[in-house]
Structures are given as structure tokens and as C-alpha cells.
């Protein structure tokens, strides 16, 4: 079975904190994404990745950024954590267009 | 670009109840469709998919057909079940740019009661 790991399930972090969400996934799988999920607003793509280094903008990039280093691991950063970014985060990967794209099970971030 | 649409819920049914949860979509390709489900505190699972015109994805007890025709790919079951109370998310997943890009819903709550 595939598996998407995300490192923390529920973090409090304060205003303009960095934070650093971690995901890592044992597939070799080529993409993955950073989706955020709200109440009314279903998914909405932060970033994506097709491959190692490469990251592409989603709907909502503002206040993010990503990092690809290894195939497996995709990291989203908050440089500096606002309150409206309190969420929760789903990391996702894929093999590729037209297939299905695997979750983790989500990281809640509050931020005071 | 591509879009989603799915009913409004919440949705609540008693148990042996028949669902259907409907999903439009538009899309200037030929996308693959998905049904994901999401229990509470949890991340999004595979519920069923189906790749081209015809398929129907089936899984679990619910069934969902590709209508290129009507744009849809509705969410059925015949008897839900308490356990089924969930949040179902209707997905697509189509070639943009050279890139992989998922369309995803809003979501439809559904609760089942005893």
C-alpha cells in the first residue's frame, strides 16, 4: 500500500513563526502536492511538485513556500505564520497525470 | 480551466437508505474521474475511480459511472450504513500545462442515522 506520512498531526505555532510541515512518501512517486482544506472551501492546491527541485505554484501559493530536495520528501514552509493560515494541511503524491493522487492524513496547524 | 461541482449537503439518510451524491464537471480534456471519502479527523481516501467514458468505478458497495454525455459521475449506494457517515469529495485529474493538476469539489457531508 502506498503510504504518505505526515510528520505532525496537530502543531501551535505563534504569529510570524516559521514553520516547517514535513512529508514524506515511500512510492517513488513523481508528484506531490500541499493542499490546505477549510470549512466551505474544500481543497485548495498550495503547491505542487513533478519532480526533484522543480515546485510549480497552486491557487494559493501567497505566504508559502516548498522544498523538494529528495524524491520522497516534500516540505511546506509558512515563513512567517499568520493567523489566517490556520488550517488543515493535506500532502498528497501520485505517479503521474490521470492517476489517482494518494493523502496523508492531514496536519492541523493553529496559529495564535 | 476545470471545475467541479457537487451537491450541497449536509446529507442525512437513515440506515438501509439509498444514496446517490450528485457531481458535475467540466473539463477540456479527458480527465479521470475519482470519489474520495474523508472520516472525520483523517485525511482523503480512494473511494472508487473510473478513466474513460463508460467505466464505472465500484467499491465498498457504491458504484459511480463515467457520463461523458451528461458531464457527471454520481455517487451511488443501495443501503448505507451508519459507518458510511463521512465527507465524499468528486475529483478529476487531467493533463494541464504538462502537469498533473486534481480538481476537487467542495465536499458533501453525509450522516447516516440508526
Known amino acids: 500500500d502506498v503510504k504518505v506520512t505526515q510528520s505532525s498531526r496537530y502543531l501551535v505555532k505563534r504569529t510570524g513563526e516559521k514553520v516547517f510541515l514535513e512529508c514524506v512518501q515511500d512510492?517513488?512517486?513523481?508528484?506531490m502536492f500541499w493542499y490546505r482544506q477549510d470549512p466551505g472551501l474544500g481543497l485548495r492546491l498550495i503547491y505542487f511538485s513533478y519532480d526533484v527541485k522543480m515546485k510549480e505554484k497552486g491557487d494559493i501559493p501567497e505566504g508559502y513556500s516548498v522544498s523538494r530536495e529528495k524524491k520522497e520528501r516534500f516540505s511546506l514552509i509558512l515563513e512567517s505564520a499568520s493567523t489566517n493560515q490556520t488550517s488543515m494541511y493535506l500532502c498528497?503524491?501520485?505517479?503521474?497525470?490521470?492517476?489517482?493522487?494518494?493523502f496523508g492524513e492531514g496536519s492541523w496547524l493553529t496559529v495564535v | 480551466g476545470n471545475s467541479v461541482t457537487q451537491m450541497e449537503g449536509p446529507v442525512t439518510l437513515s440506515e438501509e437508505a439509498f444514496l446517490t451524491i450528485n457531481c458535475t464537471y467540466t473539463?477540456?480534456?479527458?480527465?479521470?474521474l475519482f470519489w474520495y471519502v474523508q472520516y472525520p479527523g483523517e485525511g482523503l481516501q480512494l473511494l472508487l475511480k473510473a478513466t474513460k467514458a463508460d467505466d464505472k468505478g465500484s467499491n465498498k458497495g457504491f458504484e459511480a459511472t463515467y457520463r461523458k454525455e451528461t458531464t457527471s459521475f454520481h455517487l451511488e449506494k443501495g443501503s448505507v450504513q451508519v459507518s458510511d457517515s463521512a465527507v465524499y469529495f468528486c475529483a478529476l485529474s487531467d493533463l494541464t500545462g504538462g502537469y498533473q493538476k486534481v480538481t476537487f469539489g467542495t465536499g458533501t457531508k453525509l450522516q447516516v442515522i440508526p
Open positions: 498528497a503524491s501520485s505517479p503521474g497525470a490521470g492517476n489517482t493522487i494518494y
Open positions: 473539463a477540456t480534456g479527458y480527465p479521470s
Open positions: 512510492m517513488d512517486h513523481e508528484n
